[in-house]
């Protein structure tokens, strides 16, 4: 329990940017999913549709410190990769 006003106060800034932060992840998780089920599926128009849904989640995410921006390279690269592999 907090001893002071203002660790009182910080802790309650805590869970509210805790639960902005696992919104933001969850989306960004959606995101992805979604994506890889388009690759799945073999449809390129859908999976870069939905790759471009995901690059804007995996950038906001980024910005906002959720994720690392390394992260968002690794995993846009990787997807990336796998959307050029698909037949048109």
């Known amino acids: 329990?907090?001893?002071t006003k203002s660790?009182?106060?910080a802790a309650r800034q805590s869970l509210k940017r805790?639960?902005?932060n696992d919104?933001?992840?969850?989306?960004m998780k959606t995101t992805v999913k979604?994506?890889?089920a388009a690759i799945a599926a073999g449809d390129k128009a859908v999976a870069v549709d939905a790759f471009k849904t995901m690059q804007?989640?995996?950038m906001r995410s980024a910005r906002k410190g959720v994720i690392?921006?390394?992260t968002v390279?690794?995993?846009?690269s990787r997807m990336s990769k796998r959307i050029k592999a698909l037949k048109a």
């Open 34 to 36: 979604a994506s890889e």
């Open 1 to 3: 329990m907090a001893n």
């Open 7 to 9: 660790a009182a106060k």
């Open 23 to 27: 919104a933001r992840r969850s989306r």
């Open 68 to 70: 690392h921006p390394n």
């Open 18 to 20: 805790k639960a902005v």
């Open 56 to 58: 804007g989640e995996l």
């Open 73 to 76: 390279a690794r995993k846009m």
